[in-house]
């Protein structure tokens, strides 16, 4: 259901304007209608006059029912489903182990892994950690240009996993709004959704965050996209 209700959402401008084909042909008909039943000499063509304008009066009353079904799920239904926020039980699950790839016996029994950079946001006062296949989005990248329902593909990939979600911020001080959430490790892989067609248009903060088993933040990776007006 949630994913027809998205569906339809989508498609709000191309529903409204069949809608408003069907409903000038109808008006246009029901118009014609009145004025053969008022000239109408005969019981007869009286009679099927009436029957055309019974006809254009409910095929009208249905566009109506339907653009107000299309104007309900795009503006009140789609947003919650796509924006709400799903804290899952954390589920153990495997995850990728980085392998050294050189001599053992030239790396210090204590070395880290040094991170892979990554195209990411540079912000003065504002952390971001995006490494790949560990803890990134991978699409939209960082300053694409973005409209309408936006699939975020990334990587989820730390140690003592718990939990992640993903949200947005207009520039400036940030004012986190939460778009989704999950619980299993992903690798370049769709984490969900964001509905960006009631955004203003500009340049907006996406951020990733990983919890771990204990609920504390482990890493972010924030990007910056720009949010385009649907045409």
């Given at each position: ?9 989508s ?34 063509e009286?009679e099927a006059?009436?029957r055309?304008?019974?006809?254009a009066?409910?095929v ?19 947003p919650?489903?796509?924006?709400q926020?799903s ?6 699950d495997a ?13 210090p ?11 990411q946001?540079?912000i ?6 995006c490494?790949?296949?560990v ?17 975020i593909?990334g990587s989820?990939?730390?140690p003592n ?13 940030p004012?986190?709004?939460t778009?989704a ?9 769709s ?7 009631d ?8 951020r990733?965050v990983?919890?771990d088993?204990?609920g ?7 990007i910056?996209?720009?949010?385009l007006a649907?045409?």
């Amino acid at each position: 259901m949630e994913l027809v209700i998205k569906f339809l959402a989508s498609l709000e401008v191309p529903i409204y304007l069949i809608m408003v084909v069907v409903g000038i042909v109808y008006l246009r008909r029901l118009i014609i209608g009145l004025e053969e039943r008022r000239t109408a000499i005969f019981g007869l063509e009286r009679e099927a006059a009436r029957r055309r304008v019974t006809a254009a009066i409910s095929v009208l009353g249905l566009v109506g029912l339907l653009t107000l079904a299309e104007f309900s799920i795009a503006t009140f239904l789609a947003p919650p489903i796509i924006e709400q926020a799903s804290f899952a039980t954390p589920t153990p699950d495997a995850t990728t182990t980085v392998t050294p790839t050189l001599d053992p016996t030239f790396i210090p029994e204590n070395a880290t892994k040094t991170p892979t950079p990554f195209p990411q946001a540079q912000i003065d006062g504002l952390e971001s950690q995006c490494e790949a296949e560990v803890l990134a989005i991978n699409s939209p990248e960082h300053d694409a240009e973005v409209s309408g329902v936006v699939e975020i593909v990334g990587s989820v990939n730390m140690p003592n996993l718990g939990s992640y979600y993903y949200d947005y911020s207009t520039m400036g001080e940030p004012d986190w709004q939460t778009i989704a959430a999950g619980s299993m490790t992903r690798l370049k892989e769709s984490l969900g959704f964001w509905y960006t067609n009631d955004l203003t248009p500009g340049p907006y903060m996406l951020r990733l965050v990983a919890l771990d088993n204990d609920g504390k933040e482990s890493g972010a990776c924030v990007i910056v996209v720009h949010v385009l007006a649907e045409e």
